[in-house]
């Protein structure tokens, strides 16, 4: 019984080192837009890291809204945490001083502005950063007499205030 006791104690002050260092990485929190978050913010993280000198980069998913990506450069370990809440969850995240930075699928809002004042001129071109934009295509059924539509009407159509074929 001595002997397992020992081997136990053992193996756990072999270990903790190994935790310890585990604990000690560095992290970037980046939380926001669900769509940003799922694919392309972790292949532009993965990317990223990798022109700057990382090495054994690994995308974990932790949760269904959470995925970290993991990454050593001289023997230090970083943690890219990409949090996928929304983008309201996101700013609200950067000006709580949870993240450091925002992924947003929009302007931020004259309140998110506001409240973010002590962040900088958060609606300004020197604070963002696109990384896609969103394209759409309208396709109709080949028996709807739709032959053409605006960029107008698509904007009525996909705000909500045409919601009937017969008004475009």
Known sequence: MLRLVSRAAL???????????AQEAERLRVHGS???GSRLMPALVESWLGSIGYTGIQRIAV???LTEVHAVRDEQPLVVE??????????QALIRG???LAMMSRAPTAAERDA???LGEIGSPDQQFVVALNGARVLVAAQ???????VAQLREVLAGRIDNWRAL
């Open 144 to 150: 709807n007499p739709l032959r053409s539509i605006g």
């Open 116 to 118: 973010g004042w002590q």
């Open 34 to 36: 669900n769509t940003l």
């Open 63 to 65: 949760n269904g809204s």
């Open 82 to 91: 990409i949090g996928r809440r929304g983008s309201a969850a996101g700013m």
């Open 11 to 21: 193996l756990a002050c072999l270990c903790c080192p190994l935790l310890a260092h």
């Open 98 to 100: 949870d993240s450091e």
